[in-house]
């Protein structure tokens, strides 16, 4: 599961950007960067780490102090544009952004199965025994369907797999500290519909996951860390796959606690 470093976009800004016709002057690469780093939920520090660009040019780009309103050697641009999941011609001016493109693709997040999806991001099938799937011959009798012993609680022969709707996902990340830690496990239903202020699992592109409160501005909906210091409005790169149903807290964790 990823998460952003805390240093992220200071505010939400959801105004949509006007698509700039051919034979319209070009927008300053400073803007288009901007945009697009927005529209990923991208700092500047992530993007430094993803382009491999240094944090102080990237800065002094989007302030227009290195380039003004020239464009940047192409190398530049195929760099920033394959850490942003975007197009180069898109950050050259030459296409516009996909949500200013009433053709545009749907992006392949959107469109892959379930399945295949959780298999690529590495999410397991929950291996909890819900009480509706074991049965236990605890105590007399025949054996009862609620386990009085999960000793003694044995698989009704469900299979579970990555069709499961309930899957377990480890966090690795920072961003939710002080409710979740790196190494603690979450379940997430990828049945239920997430409900705003839901703590949610989602995957982005290159197969990210996710883990943040659902939030709701303006009647658009944004992802938010813990310390509300990370931000990232939901677009079509971005694909939620359930609500958060359980929590398993990271036993190193517990034990450095005592």
Known sequence: MYCLDSQSIPSIDFTDSACYPKHMEKPPFRDLLRRAMEGAGVSQRELSRRSGKNISTISFTLQGKTWGDKYPPLDDIEAYAKAL???????????????????????????????VLLKRIGAIPYRGRPVEDVAASAGAGSGSQIPQG??????????????????????????MVDLLYPGDQVTVDTRQMPQIGDVVVGVRFHDEMIVKFLRMKDEHQYLESKDGKTIIPLDQYIRLLGPVVFVQKSMRRLLEAL
Do not use: M, Y
């Not at 999960?150 to 920072?174: E, S, W, Y």
């Open 85 to 115: 999941d975007i197009a180069p011609a898109i950050l050259r001016g030459d296409e516009p952004f996909p949500e200013d493109d009433p053709v545009a693709p749907v992006p392949e997040i959107q469109t892959v199965p379930l399945a």
């Open 150 to 175: 999960f000793d003694d609680a044995r698989p009704t022969g469900k299979k579970r797999d990555a069709n499961d709707p309930l899957q377990d996902v480890i966090v690795t990340g920072d961003c």
